[in-house]
């Protein structure tokens, strides 16, 4: 694996040395933290590949420092982890830029699936992008694949990395219908247990940054009753 660090945040030691240990058995490199400050410092010192992060920390709500990795465009793919299973926790959590979303309790084997499946996607993504032709352009959207930047009329669109990928996809199938299911398989890289909300949290925060008109997207359309395509216009 190309990056197989993974950055383990959680103020309960227990429930980071239960993670870690599940991680190491599948070859994992884990670095622990159990605050906002130590994960800004370890992100900074390792350059994990992908983030566990608790959103119950003693000094900054673990969304509000998801907002902020983000805001740093850290796009190192996020997984919150949280005791909250309410809707509306995991729409934040998303909205705010995390990539996936577990609620405790959950198994270790549920875990561990979702990790690979992250990592795993991540380094099929890229060799993907590596394979493929570079540039895309749609009208006034622009996407390099290569550098994973995005422009629209001109100007620099930032996208979280889930959202990158997602838009990519579509737009590397022009007029091809994708249901939400499918696009949360192709994207996160796991089935999706019959929670499609994850794509359709994503979906509404990549049209609120190229659309002009988010009510008459004129690049993500939905197809009632099928799913979603992406018209070039």
């Not at 405790?104 to 032709?133: C, G, T, W, Y």
């Not at 930047?149 to 996809?169: C, I, M, N, W």
Request: with cysteine.
């Amino acid at each position: 694996m190309a990056n197989g660090k993974i950055l383990v945040i959680d103020d309960e030691v227990e429930i980071v040395n239960f993670i870690a240990k599940y991680l190491i058995r599948e070859g994992y490199t884990v670095f622990r933290g159990y605050s906002a400050d130590d994960a800004i410092r370890l992100i900074a010192k390792e350059n994990p590949g992908l983030i566990i992060l608790d959103i119950m920390l003693p000094d900054m709500d673990g969304t509000e420092l998801c907002r902020n990795l983000r805001e740093k465009e850290i796009l190192t793919p996020i997984l919150l982890v949280s005791a909250k299973g309410d809707d509306a926790d995991k729409v934040l959590g998303l909205g705010l830029g995390a990539d996936d979303y577990i609620t405790k309790p959950f198994s270790p084997n549920e875990l561990i699936a979702r990790v690979k499946a992250h990592m795993r996607r991540n380094e099929l993504l890229k060799r993907h992008q590596d394979d493929s032709k570079s540039f895309l352009s749609y009208t006034d959207l622009e996407i390099n694949l290569k550098s994973r930047e995005v422009k629209l009329s001109g100007s620099p669109v930032y996208l979280t990395g889930k959202e990158f990928d997602l838009l990519s996809f579509l737009a590397n199938h022009p007029n091809q219908v994708f249901s939400r299911i499918q696009l949360y398989e192709q994207i996160w890289g796991i089935e999706s247990m019959g929670d499609d909300r994850t794509v359709m949290v994503h979906i509404r925060h990549l049209r609120e940054k190229i659309e002009e008109d988010v009510s008459n997207p004129h690049y993500i359309k939905t197809v009632w009753g099928t799913g979603y395509k992406f018209s070039p216009g």
